[in-house]
Structure formats: C-alpha cells, structure tokens
C-alpha cells in the first residue's frame, strides 16, 4: 500500500471520525433544547426578579411538547401498551377536571408534561439513546452541580422565601428526585461508552448523595441509597435474582398498604427517629411522618365522596386539617397513589397502576439478568418515594418510559455485562 493511499485512508477515517462528533453533538444539543423545560429549577417560580422567566419556560415548553409530538407523528411511533394505559389515564384525569369544575390551565399544562416526555422515548432509537443520556446528564448534571456550587459560595442564598435562605433548587425533596434520573443514567452511560460502571456513575452519585443531603430529604435519601446499591451489585448473581421492576413494585406495594392502610407507623418511636434524621416532629402530639398520616386519612376521606372519577386537577388536596396544620386544605397528597386517587378517582388509579405494571413487565423480559437489576434499582427508587411524596410529573413518566423502552433495552443490554450466571 502506497504512502498516498494510507494518508487517503487516514484522512478519510478522521473526516467519518468528525461527522459522527458532529452528528453526536448536533442530537445533544436538540434533546438538551427539548428536555430542559421539563426541569426548570425553581428559583424561576420563587425569585421575583427573575419572575418574567417563568412566561419564557411556559412558551418553551409549548414548543417542545409540540416537536415531541410532530416527532412521534413523523417517526410513526406505535401506540405500546405503556404508553397506551398511560393516554387512558390522562383521558380520565381530564374527564374528571371538566366535571368536577377543576383547572383548565392545570389539565393541559399537566397533559402535555405526562405525554410529551412518553412520546420523546417511544420513537428513540437504538443509535440515538447514547446523545440522549448525554443531554440528560448535561441537563440534570449542570443544575446539581450549579446548586451545590451556589450554596458553597453563596452562604445567604441568591435570594430569600418566606425568611429561608434559597438558592436554585427547591429547599426540599421535589427536585432532589432529579437524582434518581441522574445516577440511573450516568450508569447507563458507562456501560454504553465502556462497558462497566465509571467515573460518570461514581460522579453522579457522590453529587446527588450530597444534593440530598443539602436539601435534607431522609425519603429521597433512602431511595436513592437503594437504587445506588441495587445498580452497585448489578454483577452479582443474588442481586440478580431478587432484583427485578416486578419485585421492586411488589414491596413497596406491601410498604404501601401498610404504612398508608394499616398505619403501622403509629407505633415508631419517633423521638428517636427525630432524634437521628434531625427532624421537627412537633406539630402536635403523636404526629406521624411529619404529619402525612393526618393528610393520607384527610384525602382518603375525600376520596370516599367521589371514589369514581375524583376531582380531576385541583390547587388543594387534602381536607379538614384544621386541627394539625390550621388550614382547610392542603396542596399535595403527599403520596403518589392517593394523589392519583383523588385526581382521577379508582379507576384513574386502576389505568395508571397498569401503566406502571407496563413497564415492569417490559423491563423484565430483558435476556440480561444484570441491566434488569439497573432498570429495578431507578424502579425502586421511584415507588419507594412514592409512598411519601407525589411523584406524578415528567421525571416519572420520563423513567417508567425508558424502563418501558424496547429499544433503549436493546441498546443498553449489549453493552452491560451480564455478571455471574
């Protein structure tokens, strides 16, 4: 071979070299433009200065729910039963909105934030999932990163609510969520690009642990705990056998029941757990979880008076909370499933349970034992945070899809090592 033909060769491996990084990029940039409203930090809702932000993320936000759909439309995305269970289930929320005079507003913001982010997965392709992890990392990644970096730097907050020091993240356990999404896909990430877990997993999960320490949620640490762990013994054959979506959603299912229904929580000592999670249980005496169960027995009862179809989108949740927090209703349910409940009524809760199920299912006909273990570990995350908070937004419906995704399984399962037989 001539010196002119290996410098020709040459020349032509680095050109196809750069149109791949050029392609890469160009994909990373268009799902970071489609994704980023969907995690707007909430100093753009509590910073009055910067309040005109908030009409730039709701038109953003219009223009990516639209692209998203066009996509699917252009892509023939099929109808899969997820996302199907997961269109009934908002059919159904919006039904009991419009007759139980609820908030317009709130059903078409909420709609397109559920199905927008089904449909961005549902026409993934296999060659697209790795500038797609890369856009979330760099999304969720540079928000966790800037929050801890602000509060290091800034002891007195960028800015003040209600007398409490903020920064850019929500002083609470909302969007220390965004971390189960973040550790989830860093691993992915790692195996895509190496084949084994790396400095993006290890990354991701040193910042997120010290994320939620700062906004001091002991529900999303613990969840996050779990998932950490679960992906950490993916190899192992144990770990293996007990870790699947399926499992995952049969415990705390059972951890559901009994701490919602069968209020075994009433008998904790909780002294002594305030005492360790450095928690105010004061509010008034015997006072549970920092009072969800006086919330979980008032929604329950709203519940029972329209069980059907609930009451669609609402500002309030729960009612008759004048004896434990002095007001008449209250803004979260402060569980995913009772909010599911009093939103769209049993059967809402019956089409998105299925939903859910969907996606386990799919999940669990992966061939590769070790990658169902990661998808159970985001899983388990997910509905073991549930019980104590509304996760019902885009980060769970951007989850579940994924774990519902063929193609992100396909993609995903060739690359992760399949442990000990």
């Given at each position: 071979m001539s010196a002119s033909t290996v410098s020709s060769h040459i020349s032509s491996k680095r050109y196809s070299q750069a149109r791949k990084a050029e392609r890469l990029t160009r994909q990373v940039l268009l799902y970071m433009f489609l994704l980023m409203p969907f995690f707007r930090p909430t100093i753009i809702n509590d910073w009055p200065a910067i309040a005109p932000l908030k009409t730039v993320f709701a038109g953003w936000l219009l223009l990516s729910c639209l692209m998203l759909a066009?996509?699917?439309?252009?892509?023939?995305?099929?109808?899969?039963?997820?996302?199907?269970l997961l269109s009934l289930y908002l059919t159904a929320a919006a039904v009991a909105t419009l007759l139980g005079n609820g908030l317009r507003y709130d059903l078409v913001v909420n709609t397109a934030m559920f199905i927008a982010p089904a449909l961005l997965i549902a026409v993934l392709r296999k060659d697209e999932v790795l500038p797609f992890l890369v856009a979330t990392l760099l999304v969720i990644g540079v928000l966790v990163v800037l929050e801890l970096a602000t509060r290091a730097l800034l002891l007195g907050g960028i800015y003040r609510l209600d007398g409490d020091a903020r920064w850019i993240l929500e002083g609470g356990s909302l969007q220390s969520r965004w971390c189960f999404l973040l550790v989830f896909f860093a691993a992915a990430f790692d195996y895509l690009a190496k084949g084994r877990l790396g400095a993006a997993f290890m990354g991701a999960s040193a910042v997120s642990i010290v994320l939620v320490l700062a906004l001091a949620s002991a529900t999303s640490m613990v969840a996050l705990v779990a998932e950490i762990v679960v992906i950490l013994f993916s190899w192992s054959s144990p770990v293996q056998r007990f870790a699947t979506s399926r499992n995952a959603l049969l415990i705390t299912t059972v951890f559901l029941v009994l701490i919602v229904f069968v209020r075994i929580a009433d008998y904790l000592p909780y002294d002594q757990i305030a005492t360790i999670l450095g928690k105010d249980l004061t509010y008034s005496q015997g006072s549970t979880f920092t009072g969800r169960t006086y919330i979980w027995d008032s929604v329950i009862g709203s519940i029972a008076e329209s069980p059907i179809i609930g009451y669609?989108?609402?500002?309030?949740?729960?009612t008759d909370l004048w004896q434990f927090y002095y007001v008449h209703d209250y803004g979260s349910a402060h569980n995913l499933w009772l909010q599911i409940g009093f939103t769209a009524g049993v059967f809402g809760i019956i089409l998105f349970a299925s939903a859910v199920v969907s996606a386990c299912s799919t999940a669990d006909k992966c061939s590769n034992r070790a990658y169902r273990a990661v998808l159970c570990g985001l899983v388990l995350s997910l509905m073991l945070t549930s019980v104590f908070e509304n996760t019902l937004n885009s980060l769970l419906i951007l989850a579940l899809s994924f774990v519902a995704s063929p193609e992100a399984s396909e993609a995903l399962s060739m690359s992760v090592p399949r442990g000990r037989a």
């Open positions: 066009y996509r699917f439309v252009l892509r023939n995305g099929r109808l899969e039963p997820f996302l199907v669609g989108y609402q500002q309030y949740v729960a």
